[in-house]
């Protein structure tokens, strides 16, 4: 069992899930040793905060280890990832990977003997989508019926949370100017349509009338943000898709009880305002906490009981 894309689960498996996590939440002591012996290799060929930290926490708390491996100073390369990957799954329980392309966790997984887990790629990022919905769940308290409004660019992101919410009950709309080139996945886009529950709408006023929540994230992958050769790029986005900002406006016009989600790490005054990040309507923190449930609850059924 590996988790490439949240496009391998259905809805009741997210859910199921998401359960777990709140399961875990409410009674952690209950589940501090279900991984007693068990061992997470985490390789990283992109720096992280959340992520490593998430994961590392959560194996702690299940009893269990948590090796982090810079893939700069390891062997792991696209030409020798079948004997490496192949060696590294003979050590351990479970592999996270954040790679650069996802066609890299792709070929890991293919090597592996144990699961492994893709903690963001440049198409799909299931782990924070995972938390998302139990984030969810847990502030407005329930998935079925709930509006979730996207502002601002298609990526790895709005994908995965996309389906999350969709294939949980909750209504996806996405609200920007245009689609990340990374993100066109006419595979995704089909499966979105058949669940009735994805729509597209521009008009950001129109978008977000009466959203439980509105969501935003980076405008610049966070590897090209300082990267002088993207600089023009990164130049035109903030200029095209500042109209699509995650801010007060956009809150009072969903209305009052609309909450404000952000995966972090957050630009401020680009895609969020300081109200919409740190104001009352700012549910991001425990969405940051959430990373570490839900991948615990990802843990114990993937690895729990082998």
């Known amino acids: 069992m590996h988790l490439l894309t949240l496009k391998d689960y259905d809805g009741k498996w997210m859910k199921g899930i998401v359960d777990k996590a709140i399961e ?22 992109k720096k992280s905060t959340r992520t490593r930290s998430s994961f590392e926490a959560g194996m702690t708390r299940l009893g269990g280890h948590a090796m982090f491996l810079d893939a700069a100073t390891t062997h792991i390369d696209m030409d020798t990832i079948p004997e490496e990957v192949g060696c590294l799954s003979r050590y351990v329980d479970a592999i996270m990977v954040r790679p650069l392309k996802h066609a890299t966790v792709a070929a890991m997984a293919k090597a ?32 079925e019926g709930v509006k979730v409004v996207y502002l601002g ?42 669940t009735g529950r994805y729509s ?41 898709f500042m109209p699509y900002q995650l801010n007060r406006k956009a809150l009072e016009l969903a209305g009052k009880k609309a909450l404000a989600m952000h995966d972090l790490p957050a630009h401020l ?35 729990g009981e082998l």
């Open 24 to 45: 875990i939440k409410r009674n952690p002591r209950d589940f501090s040793k279900i991984l007693e012996g068990k061992t997470l290799a985490m390789v990283f060929e």
């Open 112 to 143: 592996s003997k144990v699961p492994v887990i893709n903690g963001l790629s440049e198409t799909d990022h299931p782990c924070q989508a995972l938390a998302d919905i139990l984030t969810i769940r847990e502030k407005v308290g329930k998935l």
């Open 153 to 194: 660019i298609a990526n790895n992101v709005s994908n995965s949370l996309s389906l999350a919410c969709t294939e949980t009950g909750a209504e996806f709309v996405f609200c920007g100017p245009e689609k990340d080139p990374d993100a066109k996945d006419p595979g995704l886009m089909k499966r979105l349509a058949a």
């Open 200 to 240: 597209e709408e521009p008009d950001v006023a129109k978008a977000v009338k009466g959203a439980h929540i509105l969501y935003t994230d980076t405008w610049t992958n966070m590897e090209f943000y300082k990267d002088a050769k993207f600089a023009a790029e990164k130049a035109r986005r903030e200029k095209v």
């Open 269 to 303: 005054g680009l895609e969020i305002d300081e109200y919409a990040l740190r104001g009352p309507n700012s549910i991001v923190l425990a969405q940051g906490e959430n990373r570490m449930w839900a991948q615990m609850a990802l843990l114990v059924s993937m690895i």
